[in-house]
C-alpha cells in the first residue's frame, strides 16, 4: 500500500514535553499538509509544504510549532512545551499537485493526548 | 467565519434509505468539491469530488448534486447501509500563495443508518 503513513499513532505525553511527529506521503507527491482536528469538528489548516518549501502556516501554530519537509519527502511536526490544549488528533495529507491534483489523500492521524 | 456551512449535524437513516447531507459555500472562487468520509479513530478519505462545470456526479450508490447559483452541494446516499454510518465532511479548496490549497471544511454530519 502506497497511501499516507503517519507515525505513530498514538502518542500520550506529559504537559511540558516534547513530541515529534512524522509523515510519510504517497511518493511522488510534492504537495504535503498538515491538519489538527478535535473530537466533533472538521479538520483545521496548519501549515502546507510544496517540496520542501513551506509556503503557509496558519496562525494556529504557535511558536511551540515547527515543521520541516527537509528533502521534499517525509515531513515532521514538532510541538515543544506541549500544553493540554494541544490534545487532539494530528492529520497528514498529500497531493500531486498536477493539474487535477486538488485531490488531498489524508493519512490515519496521530492522536496525541496531553496529561 | 464559516466559509462552507454544512447540516445536519447528525442524521439518523433507515437501512435502505436515502441520507441527504447538504452544504453551501460563500467564495464563488471555489472550484472543487470533495465529500471526505470519517470513521472514528481514521482519518478522512475521499469518498466524492465534483466540477462546478457538471450539476451531478454520481458513482455507486453516493451521487453529488451541484447548484452553482445557489452555491450549493449535496451528498445523497442510496439504499443506506448500517457501514455506511460514519461522519461526514464537505469540504473547498481555498487558494492561497504558492498554489496552496488548503481544504475548508464544514463542521461534519455525524450519519447513523440502524439495522
Known amino acids: 500500500d502506497t497511501g499516507v503513513s503517519q507515525d505513530p499513532r498514538h502518542k500520550i505525553t506529559k504537559r511540558g514535553q516534547n513530541v515529534t511527529f512524522r509523515c510519510d506521503p504517497i511518493?511522488?507527491?510534492?504537495?504535503l499538509y498538515w491538519y489538527r482536528q478535535t473530537l466533533g469538528q472538521g479538520p483545521e489548516f496548519l501549515t502546507y509544504?510544496?517540496?520542501?518549501?513551506?509556503?503557509?502556516k496558519s496562525r494556529l501554530l504557535s511558536d511551540r510549532f515547527s515543521a520541516e519537509r527537509p528533502k521534499g519527502s517525509f515531513s515532521t511536526l514538532e510541538i515543544q512545551r506541549t500544553e493540554q490544549g494541544d490534545s487532539a488528533m494530528y492529520l497528514c495529507?498529500?497531493?500531486?499537485?498536477?493539474?487535477?491534483?486538488?485531490?488531498?489523500?489524508f493519512g490515519p492521524g496521530t492522536r496525541l493526548t496531553v496529561l | 467565519q464559516q466559509q462552507v456551512k454544512q447540516s445536519p449535524q447528525s442524521l439518523i437513516v433507515q437501512k435502505g434509505g436515502i441520507s441527504i447531507i447538504n452544504c453551501a459555500y460563500e467564495?464563488?472562487?471555489?472550484?472543487?468539491f470533495p465529500w471526505y468520509q470519517q470513521f472514528p479513530g481514521k482519518g478522512p478519505a475521499l469518498l466524492i469530488a465534483?466540477?462546478?462545470d457538471v450539476s451531478e456526479k454520481k458513482e455507486g450508490r453516493f451521487t453529488i448534486s451541484f447548484n452553482k447559483s445557489a452555491k450549493q452541494f449535496s451528498l445523497h446516499i442510496m439504499d443506506s447501509q448500517p457501514g455506511d454510518s460514519a461522519t461526514y465532511f464537505c469540504?473547498?479548496?481555498?487558494?492561497?500563495?504558492?498554489?496552496?490549497?488548503?481544504?475548508?471544511w464544514g463542521l461534519g454530519t455525524s450519519l447513523a443508518v440502524n439495522p
Open positions: 465534483i466540477r462546478p
Open positions: 511518493s511522488e507527491h510534492n504537495r
Open positions: 509544504f510544496q517540496n520542501e518549501a513551506q509556503l503557509e
Open positions: 495529507a498529500s497531493s500531486s499537485g498536477t493539474s487535477g491534483g486538488d485531490t488531498q489523500y
Open positions: 469540504a473547498a479548496p481555498k487558494r492561497n500563495a504558492g498554489n496552496n490549497r488548503k481544504l475548508i
Open positions: 467564495n464563488t472562487a471555489f472550484d472543487y
